[in-house]
């Protein structure tokens, strides 16, 4: 199916054209998309029909924030929820779309006079520097990482985007001098196609590996999605692309020639300036982002080399623009260097200066639902200490794989969901390379669900044991407290008196639908069985 293109520009003129027009909010939803678009619209003198197919018990916490709040004239706002009606969208003048919705084939959107979304009309109407990130794996991490340094370094910055917060509720707090960081998913860059309104000053992608192949059938539309990122950008910004090979030859249909991966396609593709990460050292001509062992040091430095034309000169050492950014960090995981690694780039070229931003993400500690060490405790019948991490914005089995790779020790893995028409042998490779094999989980509780039907067999070819799957979290963690408390538990966990904490990852490697609202209502509900099982308040983190 051809990718939708929608008209240049805006429908809005400018903020006070709003007033008086009827708006229709397709999608209220409960992540605060839909809720900031209600805000603003009444806020600026609009009539708002808010539409969803969800029910008002469904919708309770997002309905009970809005009618709580005596700021908002609602006498201009209606809900029409449980279902669509064609009059809501062919008598508005403006439909505001979820970007979870499709365009194509949706009859309801084809009535419509004119379709927005929260990012189109904030990057119309904003002056504000945009650093966007887009990517498979990686996009909540490197954006947090680049707000946290930045407002650190003094700027006054913003983070909007997929992460949970529309760029609407600070639109009229940005000028040319406030950075706003966007996290972008492939759905929200797809309803920013012909509009043009894109135009960031710095656009990173980070590791592409396949996802949403239920929505989008193949790897080249799904990328064709990403690249919208630099569509509109000029040889005054920048492009932040990975360096090291993946699987591009065998994910595309139509390989282009000279390129080995997916940055090797986005450089060529770009008009912005290239710069590339790698997990290894960059060739010398080769400028971006990398990791090295220095001599004396027993782990991977991270560094930044740059033109001399980019750099600040008031830091630049004299015939030297490699610059150490970053040591230890606080978060785990090889993938975790790559994100904080990118964040550092960014913020070089933000001109801040390299000691500082080494200081600054030193002391970043991730953030929510991405592998966050949330408690810890010693089960009092067995003595085994364990560490418990909540990283449910796994929602891809790669990303399940750098899971269990994060950690020096073996983990004790819960995983298992939704499919979403994925691949879960990039897993399996993890759980049955030799190389990875001191890093093999002591044990695998599974949720049930799609995706775990897939999931299973590879175990069982395999002859990896598991337990589960399991039809409710509870029920998930009922078990393994259980098995903690067996008298032989020592021995089944493979831990002894003196051993360090045993990591307990969440980490599903699938969506969450069906058993749960969505991931971070997964994460949380996994954080408060997790507390209300085993919390111990002297031990607690």
Known sequence: MDAHVY????????????AGKKITVMGLGLNGGGEACVRFFLKHGAFVTVTDMKSAVDLAPTLKRLAEDESLDKSRLSYVLGQHRMEDFTDADCVIKNPGVKIQGNAYLSAAKAIETDLSIFLHFTKAPIIAVTGSKGKSSTVSAIHYGLEHAGFKTFLGGNITVSPLTFLEETDGTTPVVLELSSWQLADLRGRKVLKPKIAIITKIVPDHQ??????????????????????????????????????????????????????????????????SSLPPEVYGAFQRIESGEKFMSGFVRLPEKFLNRASAEKHENVKKVMGNLLVPGEHMKTNVLNAALAMCLMHVVPEQITNILGKWQGLPHRLENFHRMTVPASGIALSFYNDTCATVPEATAAAIKAFGDRVILICGG????????????????????????????????????????????????????????????????????????????????????????????????????????????????????????????
């Open 418 to 541: 939704t499919d979403k028409g994925l691949d879960f042998s990039p897993l399996m490779e993890t759980l049955t390379d030799p190389v990875y094999k001191k890093n093999r989980p002591r044990k695998i509780y599974l949720l049930a669900g799609t995706g775990t039907e897939k999931f299973v067999p590879l175990l069982k070819e395999n002859s990896i044991d598991f337990n589960g799957p399991y039809t409710s979290l509870e029920g998930l963690l009922e078990s393994f407290k259980a098995d903690l408390e067996d008298e032989n538990a020592q021995r089944a966990f493979g831990f002894f008196k003196g051993d360090a904490e045993i990591p307990v990852v969440f980490s599903p490697g699938a969506t969450s639908f069906g058993m749960f609202t969505n991931e971070f209502d997964r994460g949380n509900k996994f954080k408060d069985q997790v507390l209300s099982l085993w919390e111990d308040k002297k031990n607690k983190k």
């Open 7 to 18: 008209p240049e520009g805006c429908f809005f003129k400018s903020l006070d054209d709003i």
């Open 214 to 279: 239920n929505w989008y059938g193949d790897m080249d539309s799904y990328v064709a999605d990403k690249r919208l990122i630099y569509a509109d950008q000029d040889a005054d910004d920048f492009t932040i692309v990975g360096y090291d090979d993946d699987d591009y030859l065998k994910e595309t249909a139509t390989p282009k020639e000279g390129c080995c991966s997916w940055g090797d396609l986005f450089a060529s593709e770009t008009k912005g300036t290239v710069l590339r990460y790698s997990k």
